[in-house]
């Protein structure tokens, strides 16, 4: 079974958008991170399954407070659920689901700091799924990755918390666009990236995106940010959780790429990544707008000397700019 699911997946990657395929090329990668020769290789779902969730390193995400955000007692609960069932079914033994639980109750606090209403959310690069375990019982939740172990061990997590409500592109091609079409529903639509134009135009509220823009090469990011501009719906929101200027795939300053896109900056975490949290929480609000204003020499001085913020070596850094 392994092999087959591994095989279809393999041959779909093989004819993919040369956009999509760059993204795996070799990179270096810390012990944080499925290792580029065996994580990104997927055995069995009991095998790698444990080796996807020790990438969330307890300890690691410990350094993620609350920060005088009021996390809902709900989502907490909700993710630290699925992670505990998931660990069940794969015989993973003694893991403190609190603090992903509450890493994810973060991210889902900010998301929905604006009142927005969220009816379908679309996860870039989804990791092991924590944003459809927070979303999935309250919005549609389209979920895409590329990576051969992390794509399959979400589609085997999926099958297995939401059955009939999970619809992936590799088992049931034909109802992919099916379910996509004529309005959000509950359950997850489970997409490679190279899948990606399969979501209708404007009809996402919530793109999520954590710690993986700085980790794509600059085609592979040019391509992601005009399809994200493609199927965000009027106000709709962009999340993004990352090393801002931690970039080694790319040189390109994705706030302000965002910027020329019709973004406006709604929140950015205010403390120190690494020392604080991990990563910087950002929201964007897609308002169409010319947001070309912000790069105005004038104004970008007058943040620079007048800043909202702490007068800093970020204020210097970015000249003003709202990344």
Known sequence: MADDIRGRFRAAFRAAPQEIVQWLEPFETDDQRPPTAQGRVFRSFVETFPDVLAWYKPAQLEVTRSHGLTLDPVIVERVRDAVLRLCALTGVRGYDAGPIARYTALDHRVQTMLGASVRRV???????????????????????????????????????????????????????RGALEGGPKPGVVHLPSWELDAVPDRSVSLIVAVHVLQEVPEPTLRYVLDQFRRVIAPGGLLYIRDKEFWAPRHQVRVGRALLLQGYELAYRFPGSEGRDINGIPRLWVHTGDDTRRYLNHARRLKRVFLPSYGLGWRSWRDYGLPI
């Open 122 to 176: 679309l996860d870039f690069g989804s990791g092991i799924g924590r944003m459809a375990f927070a979303w999935a019982p309250d919005a549609s939740v389209v979920s895409v990755d590329v990576t051969e172990s992390l794509y399959l061990v979400q589609r085997e997590a999926y099958r297995a918390l939401y059955r009939d409500d999970a619809v992936d592109a590799l088992d049931t091609p034909d109802a992919i």
